[in-house]
């Protein structure tokens, strides 16, 4: 390989990068299956329930899904959602004994006092609504949110959490009925819902704490992950402040906060903005020491060791496919880290040795190439490939062929100034002057 003078400085990581007597002795985390309990620890309320349906629906391991069925069934049991808790028996199917199976009674149980619950609310709110006390007409409609989210009935609670709107009377109020709406609108995948009730949360910032401020772009990055929008989404998610804690489980966890935040960076800043913003960012760095992992990888990707940063990656995927907001984007963010990785890594290089690189990103000469000329096809590196002698040569620009334009085009607007400036030096001279008319 022969280097660059200008970018010289970032070559000595990328020389070591392939060498098996350089290369860094660091344990890479090994591909550890998921810890469902460890994992559900970190949340609270519904998302717990789903996240665990989710993993059961897709783990592909028979234990592994008992597991995370068992920790559902006790955790809606705790609460009113009889209809969830049928859905999960019929799905455990007596594969957990007696223990697990249906139980008629707690759910007739939950239904009836539901009915009262029910009855209860609507005549409080019928009275509120004759008596036209707006604040118990809120309450009364914030409590029926609360009533049909307890119960698995999202479109209901929706509704009535919306309703409240028409009589909030304070900053405070319209936050909370947007938090509501916000929460809900995730758990039922509407996260344009997400986006417009973030910008009208937003909108009170007298009225903002920092915690509530956390969460607010929290639900932002999780509406711009869901649009595919990555870019917005990492900013997002690295302006979360240490304040969010575990204030927000019942949507997202801290670690998340640093995976979604960490790959998304990786996939659509630049290098200058992944210093800048990620690593030399103080507050996600917080974030970043929940998942060592995560901030390692980073760390690799940026002193170029990519081989590294590709093994953590290989051995996160299993888990991150079981994640209920990132499983869809893993591939989409793979893809872009790696050819990041791949521009990065010849970029500094007017010619590179196909052989060492494939060895730097363990992978095979001819899946190399074609990796390369898909990067090339798309005009994403500058270069040619020689297949006879596996080298990559970059095509950089004739720096005196752009110089000589440069100047015919400097000389071109002179000239063009020049004849302006004498156009109105003349219009002048002989008082070629249209004056506007005044309008009285």
Not at 288 to 307: C, G, K, M, N
Request: with cysteine; glycine share 6%; proline share 2%.
């Amino acid at each position: 390989m022969e280097p660059d003078e200008d970018l010289g400085q970032i070559a000595d990581g990328i020389y070591a990068n392939g060498d098996e007597n350089t290369q860094r002795h660091r344990p890479i985390i090994s591909s550890e299956q998921l810890d469902i309990e460890a994992y559900a620890a970190l949340y609270s309320g519904r998302t717990k329930i789903t996240r665990l349906l989710f993993i059961a629906g897709r783990c592909g391991n028979a234990s592994m899904q008992l597991e995370a069925l068992r920790m559902a069934y006790d955790e809606i049991k705790k609460g009113e959602n009889t209809q969830l808790f049928r859905e999960v028996v019929q799905k455990i199917d007596g594969s957990l004994g007696t223990t697990y199976g249906p139980d008629p009674a707690w759910a007739d149980s939950v239904d009836r006092r539901a009915e009262l619950r029910k009855e209860k609310l609507e005549n409080e709110l019928n009275a509120y609504r004759t008596n036209l006390i707006k604040e118990s007409i809120r309450m009364g409609y914030n409590d029926f949110g609360d009533f049909y989210y307890a119960h698995g009935q999202l479109g209901e609670a929706f509704k009535n959490y919306v309703r409240t709107r028409d009589y909030c009377t304070t900053a405070k109020h319209i936050i909370h009925m947007c938090l509501n709406a916000i929460l809900v609108s995730i758990e039922m995948g509407q996260f344009t819902h997400v986006t417009s009730y973030v910008s009208k949360a937003e909108q009170s910032q007298d009225a903002l704490d920092v915690v509530t401020v956390a969460k607010l772009r929290c639900a932002a990055g999780l509406a711009h992950l869901e649009a595919k929008k990555y870019k917005l989404a990492a900013r997002k998610f690295l302006e979360v402040g240490p304040e969010l804690g575990n204030n927000y489980t019942e949507v997202i966890a801290p670690q998340d906060v640093a995976t979604y935040g960490g790959l998304c960076a990786l996939a659509s800043f630049d290098r200058a903005e992944l210093k800048s913003k990620v690593i030399d960012n103080i507050n996600f760095r917080n974030f970043l020491e929940l998942v060592p992992e995560i901030r390692e990888l980073i760390h690799d990707f940026y002193t170029s060791h990519y081989a590294s940063c590709l093994e953590y990656l290989g051995n996160l995927k299993a888990n991150l496919l079981l994640d209920i907001h990132l499983h869809d984007h893993v591939e989409t963010l793979y893809d872009q880290i790696r050819n990041k990785a791949l521009i990065q890594y010849t970029h500094p290089f007017v010619s590179v040795d196909l052989n060492m690189m494939a060895n730097a990103f363990k992978t095979s000469v001819p899946g190399l190439e074609k990796e390369l000329e898909a990067l090339i096809t798309d005009n994403q590196i500058q270069a040619r490939i020689d297949s006879h002698n596996k080298i990559l040569y970059a095509r950089h620009a004739d720096q005196r062929n752009a110089t000589f334009q440069r100047v015919l085009q400097t000389g071109k607007e002179f000239d063009r100034d020049v004849r302006s400036m004498l156009l109105r030096a003349n219009l002048l001279k002989h008082e070629y002057i249209l004056r506007t008319s005044r309008k009285h």
